[in-house]
T-cell receptor, first 114, second 110 residues
Framework: DTEVTQTPKHLVMGMTNKKSLKCEQH?????MYWYKQKAKKPPELMFV???????INESVPSRFSPECPNSSLLNLHLHALQPEDSALYLC?????????????FGDGTRLSIL | KNEVEQSPQNLTAQEGEFITINCSYS?????LHWLQQHPGGGIVSLFM???GKKKHGRLIATINIQEKHSSLHITASHPRDSAVYIC????????????FGKGMKLTVNP
C-alpha cells in the first residue's frame, strides 16, 4: 500500500471531455509533484507545488491545469487532451522542497485518450 | 549523453542469483535515489543515499561520490524482484528536481 493515493486508477476520455486526476497524502508533506510517464520511459516532471503554491511548471501545455486546494490534495484538471497525452500520471510528495528529502510516489492514474 | 546512465538495460536471472545494477551520473548531486516500479505503475522508493552504503533486507545500495557511481545489489533474488529499477539523482544548485535514468528491467525466473 502506498501513502500517496491517486484516483482514479484508470481513466478513458475523449478529446473533448473535461476530467480531473486527484492525489492525496496525509503525511504532512508540503511539496507535491505531478509526473507523466510514457511506456518504457522514465517519469518526466510536469509540476511542483510547494506550500500550496506552484513553484515549477515544466512548460506543460495549458490543457493540463494543476490545482493544490490544501496541503493534502493535488489535482490535475484535464481538458481537450490529445491522443499523445495517453500515459501514466504519477503523483509524488516530499516533506518539503529541501534537498535530500525522499519523494513518495502514488500508484498512478493510467490515462487513455480516444 | 544522458546525465544519468544505467547498465545493463535489461537483465534476466535465475532465482537465487546475486544481482548488481549500476548507475553512473555526470552532474553534481546532493542525493541519489533507487526506485522500483512493477508492471502496472506504482513507484516505490528503495533507498536515498548521499554517501556510503545502505542495506534493507536483501537489498544493498552503495555510492561512490568521487567516481559518480552507484550500485544496487540484490542477494538471493526472487521472482517477485522482477521489476524496473530506476536510478534518479537530485542535482545540486537549488533545484528539487529528480533526474531519472532510463531504468533497468529485471526478470527473475523461478
Amino acid at each position: 500500500d502506498t501513502e500517496v493515493t491517486q484516483t482514479p486508477k484508470h481513466l478513458v476520455m475523449g478529446m473533448t471531455n473535461k476530467k480531473s486526476l486527484k492525489c492525496e497524502q496525509h503525511m504532512g508533506h508540503r511539496a507535491m509533484y505531478w509526473y507523466k510517464q510514457k511506456a518504457k520511459k522514465p517519469p518526466e516532471l510536469m509540476f511542483v507545488y510547494s506550500y500550496e503554491k506552484l513553484s515549477i511548471n515544466e512548460s506543460v501545455p495549458s490543457r493540463f491545469s494543476p490545482e493544490c486546494p490544501n496541503s493534502s490534495l493535488l489535482n490535475l484538471h484535464l481538458h481537450a487532451l490529445q491522443p499523445e497525452d495517453s500515459a501514466l500520471y504519477l503523483c509524488a510528495s516530499s516533506q518539503d522542497r529541501r534537498r535530500n528529502q525522499p519523494q513518495h510516489f502514488g500508484d498512478g492514474t493510467r490515462l487513455s485518450i480516444l | 549523453k544522458n546525465e544519468v546512465e544505467q547498465s545493463p538495460q535489461n537483465l534476466t536471472a535465475q532465482e537465487g542469483e546475486f544481482i548488481t545494477i549500476n548507475c553512473s551520473y555526470s552532474v553534481g548531486i546532493s542525493a541519489l535515489h533507487w526506485l522500483q516500479q512493477h508492471p502496472g505503475g506504482g513507484i516505490v522508493s528503495l533507498f536515498m543515499l548521499s554517501s556510503g552504503k545502505k542495506k534493507h533486507g536483501r537489498l544493498i545500495a552503495t555510492i561512490n561520490i568521487q567516481e559518480k557511481h552507484s550500485s544496487l545489489h540484490i542477494t538471493a533474488s526472487h521472482p517477485r524482484d522482477s521489476a524496473v529499477y530506476i536510478c534518479a539523482v537530485l542535482t545540486q544548485g537549488g533545484s528539487e528536481k529528480l533526474v531519472f535514468g532510463k531504468g533497468m528491467k529485471l526478470t527473475v525466473n523461478p
